[in-house]
């Protein structure tokens, strides 16, 4: 067995913000190259001529709005960037995300959603799947198809994921998991 390397300081815990970063590890949009800044200009006009328009409507929660932005959102690539081709996705890295990011946030929960969609709903897949979960889900979630779900509030430690006490354990005859615990 291979022992793992020892992280760089500056990834572990909340280093990047206490110690000195070496100008080589700075990313700015400077530094996209004319394919990226061209899938942040997508981004930018799908934001100024579906989303932000809609402000008030989403401020005030008008009935599937949100959804049919979200899947528009999935349709145009902006959901998969970071998915694999052969799951749907457009295989991307993390620096080609950059400025669809910035422009998916340009409205606080819109841009929330898209990120938790992104982040801690199909990134923990792309990581740890199997490869039959993959091939299950990622496509759908990278068209904005699925909505990913993160459910980490308990009533005795809020958002502490250290303090979490739902458990799940696979069944007797090993076909589905029992949850315990209760989530708000």
Not at 64 to 87: C, D, H, I, N, S
Request: proline letters at 4%.
């Amino acid at each position: 067995m291979s022992e793992l390397k020892p992280l760089p300081a500056h990834l572990i815990g909340g280093n990047f913000l206490l110690t000195e970063t070496a100008p080589g590890q700075v990313f700015t949009p400077e530094d996209l190259s004319a394919d990226q800044r061209l899938m942040a200009q997508t981004a930018e006009k799908f934001m100024e001529k579906e989303v932000l328009p809609q402000f008030e409507a989403l401020e005030h929660q008008q009935e599937g709005l949100a959804p049919k932005l979200f899947r528009q959102a999935g349709e145009l690539g902006l959901l998969g960037m970071g998915v694999p081709t052969e799951y749907g996705g457009l295989g991307l890295d993390k620096a080609s995300a950059v400025g669809v990011e910035e422009q998916l946030t340009r409205l606080g929960g819109f841009g929330v959603t898209c990120g938790a969609h992104c982040g801690i709903g199909t990134q923990p897949l792309l990581y740890f799947g199997t490869a039959a979960q993959k091939q299950k889900y990622l496509a759908k979630l990278a068209s904005g198809e699925w909505m990913a779900a993160y459910a980490l509030s308990e009533t005795g430690s809020g958002s502490d994921a250290l303090g979490l006490r739902t458990k799940a354990t696979l069944s007797a005859d090993g076909k589905h998991y029992l949850l315990n615990g209760t989530k708000m």
